[in-house]
């Protein structure tokens, strides 16, 4: 894995744009969990490489791939497969009562 430490990454506020065409709500600050090693941090601090050919997050704990996401003209293809859960922080609930 200590090849991976030679090529440029950017950290996961380089997805909010791209996260930003499909959310409504922020996702940089929402904390995913990694399937691999357990461990949850906010995707703001995934590893990710990029831009081309798509985006990779990957664990900043145990560097497994994360997220995957790519940007063709006409589709946004998002795998959060390396994520076991991710939570998202929302408003709190005014529609109740
Ligand atoms: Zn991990």
Known sequence: ???RTEFAFY????????LSEVFAVELTTAVGRCRS???SSEVATFRVYGPEPGFVG??????????RLV???DALWLDFSGVSALRISMPADSTGS
């Open 1 to 3: 894995m200590s090849e």
């Open 11 to 18: 950290d996961g506020n380089s997805l909010a744009g791209p």
């Open 37 to 39: 090693c357990g461990k």
């Open 58 to 67: 990957h664990c900043p704990h145990c560097e497994d791939v994360l997220l």
């Open 71 to 73: 940007r063709t003209p």
